[in-house]
């Protein structure tokens, strides 16, 4: 049974940085694209970066250039280093996996939820203005 836990969440002033972690467990890694969503209450779950097998990355308008997605195959984890953080970034994270990447190209990446198989519980993220 695949099973996501996000990591790293918390309070940060605006401008600062929090880098949050996602280990998979039940799965073959590697062999999985991975995301990054965010859903703000009553809102619809936005696509933060995704990541292929081979590491190519792509990420969403709000956060290109602040947000930077990163695999461990090893450790079967990913990572989203977020700097330059805005008011704005406040909510909850999600990590989530695909494993239908494994039949595309290695660079390919998912960018909508419905594309991913399995997520995370959720890590908050709260930026003080």
């Known amino acids: 049974q695949a099973q996501l836990v996000e990591s790293g969440g918390g309070l940060v002033q605006a401008g600062g940085s929090l880098r949050l972690s996602c280990a998979a467990s039940g799965v073959t890694f590697s062999r999985y694209g991975m995301g990054w969503f965010r859903q703000a209450p009553g809102k619809e779950r936005e696509f933060v970066a995704a990541i292929s097998r081979s590491g190519t990355t792509d990420y969403g308008d709000s956060v290109k250039g602040r947000f930077t997605m990163s695999r461990d195959n090893a450790k079967s984890t990913v990572y989203l280093q977020m700097s330059s953080l805005q008011f704005e970034d406040t909510t909850i994270y999600y990590c989530?996996?695909?494993?239908?990447?494994?039949?595309?190209?290695?660079?390919?990446?998912?960018?909508?939820?419905?594309?991913?198989?399995?997520w995370g519980q959720g890590t908050q993220v709260t930026v003080a203005p």
């Open positions: 989530a996996a695909d494993p239908d990447a494994y039949y595309f190209s290695e660079v390919y990446t998912a960018y909508r939820p419905d594309q991913y198989d399995y």
